[in-house]
């Protein structure tokens, strides 16, 4: 279960995990997404940086995005049957990152609400480990886009479009590097919620932005990002990219873009900044997820600007696109319990691989399975729903 730095709602997935000689098979049996209520998407986004808010909002928040999350998993329960262990990676409020370095991380969704409402130990806190050790504590998915990679040739990436575009490259010889590029939705969200725009605060199927013009000046000055010139791995978030960071751009522009031709030029930032990664990594194929993949303009866009690369969705490899992430973690999970550690130090930064996360017990003692002691191998998911 996870809600992403788009933070419009839960997305979970439910995978029956078997390893066996010559590697794991992993059958999705549900996908879906449950949204927050607007009044809790309301509170939350208020309280996001640069807002200021208190330790009251955020105990409240903590409290209320489990609660949400614990129904979330009830009603996936009830529709799927019984599970035997439940990952949340719950929400996202801050992720704390000075000099490049990942100090610390925050996600809200109190895991007790879960295990009590389902009768399931849950792991939850899965970034923290990581940041111990080095990390970046992001982007964990690398770590399924390692085993969803290992069969397509050449030099390969997961790209996921979320609030926050991150990408996977794992080379011909199995090299793996993955990081953050920068806004893929967050930017656009932050304006069509902040004029209006749509009342599900998202550019839905980029019908505003496909009715606009690109902004060049906005466009350079966004560009011109510090962020973008460091090196990998490397991590952000919304404490950077947030709808002030719009309006300071736009004053140093000195441009005032109607709203669809603001969207049309963040839509075209993400674009170009996702292109000039997967170009300067030599990508030959480019699979995507997220919700950014249902952007028809971004998408187009995408591969227009990199017509040499095969883009593809990442269902071509039996991960919904606007689930991966949640299959994601339902993996750590199982690794977790397993004694695997779900991280990739090529992926995230770190200097060593951990076992991550914590785990609150369910309604009964917690037993766990005995450590697998032989790699992973591969991972072939296959389509139960």
């Not at 725009?197 to 466009?219: K, M, Q």
Request: glycine share 12%; net charge negative; hydrophobic share 45%.
């Amino acid at each position: 279960m996870i809600s992403g730095t788009s933070h419009d709602g839960i997305d979970t997935a439910v995978v029956d995990l078997v390893h066996a000689e010559g590697g794991l098979t992993g059958t999705v049996v549900h996908t879906g997404s449950t949204p927050y209520s607007a009044e809790l998407r309301a509170r939350l986004v208020a309280a996001l940086p640069p807002a200021p808010t208190t330790l009251a909002e955020v105990c409240e928040l903590d409290t209320l995005i489990g609660q949400a999350f614990a129904r979330a998993a009830v009603a996936v329960v009830e529709e799927s049957g019984p599970v035997d262990l439940i990952c949340s990676h719950g929400q996202t409020v801050f992720h704390w990152i000075a000099d490049g370095a990942a100090l610390g991380t925050l996600q809200l969704g109190q895991p007790a609400w879960i295990a009590e409402a389902t009768g399931a130990p849950v792991v939850s806190d899965v970034r923290a480990r990581d940041l111990t050790v080095g990390g970046q504590g992001a982007p964990l998915v690398s770590f399924l886009d390692s085993l969803l990679l290992a069969g397509v040739p050449g030099t390969r990436a997961a790209l996921n479009l979320g609030g926050i575009s991150n990408m996977t490259v794992v080379g011909p010889g199995g090299d793996l590097l993955a990081y953050d590029i920068g806004p893929s939705n967050a930017l656009i969200d932050a304006v069509v919620v902040e004029r209006g725009l749509n009342p599900l605060g998202y550019d839905r199927d980029g019908a505003i932005a496909a009715a606009g013009t690109v902004d060049e000046a906005l466009l350079a000055v966004l560009l011109a990002e510090p962020y973008y010139a460091l090196p990998a791995p490397k991590s952000t978030g919304k404490e950077l990219f947030h709808g002030a960071y719009v309006h300071a751009a736009l004053d140093r522009a000195g441009t005032d873009p109607s709203d669809a031709d603001l969207l049309a030029t963040l839509t075209e930032l993400t674009v170009r900044t996702v292109a000039a990664e997967v170009r300067r990594a030599g990508v030959s194929t480019l699979v995507a997820s997220g919700g950014g993949c249902r952007n028809p303009v971004l998408l187009a866009g995408l591969r227009a600007a990199l017509p040499e690369v095969d883009v593809l969705l990442s269902d071509d490899l039996g991960a919904p696109a606007d689930e991966k992430e949640a299959i994601a973690f339902a993996l750590l999970g199982w690794c977790t319990v397993h004694g695997v550690p779900g991280t990739l130090p090529a992926g995230t930064g770190a200097r060593e691989a951990r076992i991550l996360g914590s785990i609150t017990p369910g309604s009964g003692p917690l037993v766990l399975p005995d450590p697998l002691e032989v790699p992973l191998g591969s991972l072939a998911l296959v389509d139960g729903r």
